[in-house]
């Protein structure tokens, strides 16, 4: 089992920025591939980014590329997403998840942490 617990949403005006941070505990953090995924509402939940265990390989959803950065600090247990140059609709509950498999498949991922919130105004 591992516990996942996100932060750093808010309201920001868009163009602006937001570093949304996953803090794991539980068992090894290492052992998981870590995505994001977000939800807006009256939306389904959609895939975001993820990264490989080691950090080394990402994966996109093609609307967030070269704007969202995701990372991982294996000696801290937690993962970042770094979100630049948001746009309204990026608007949306953001989450962490644990999984085994670099995809963007939800259903691949086995532990969720309950979400921040972020809004963009325009």
């Known amino acids: 089992q591992v516990q996942l617990v996100e932060s750093g949403g808010g309201l920001v005006q868009a163009g602006g920025s937001l570093r949304l941070t996953c803090a794991a505990s539980?068992?090894?953090?290492?052992?998981?591939?870590m995505g994001w995924f977000r939800q807006a509402p009256g939306k389904e939940r959609e895939f975001v980014a993820t990264?490989?265990?080691?950090?080394?390989?990402?994966l996109y959803e093609d609307s967030v590329k070269g704007r969202f950065t995701i990372s991982r600090d294996n000696a801290k247990n937690t993962v970042y997403l770094q979100v630049n140059s948001l746009k309204p609709e990026d608007t949306a509950v953001y989450y962490c998840?644990?999984?085994?498999?670099?995809?963007?498949?939800?259903?691949?991922?086995?532990?969720w942490g309950q979400g921040t919130q972020v809004t963009v105004s325009s």
């Open positions: 539980g068992r090894t953090f290492n052992n998981y591939v």
């Open positions: 990264i490989s265990r080691s950090g080394s390989s990402t």
């Open positions: 998840a644990a999984g085994w498999s670099l995809v963007g498949d939800s259903r691949r991922y086995n532990y």
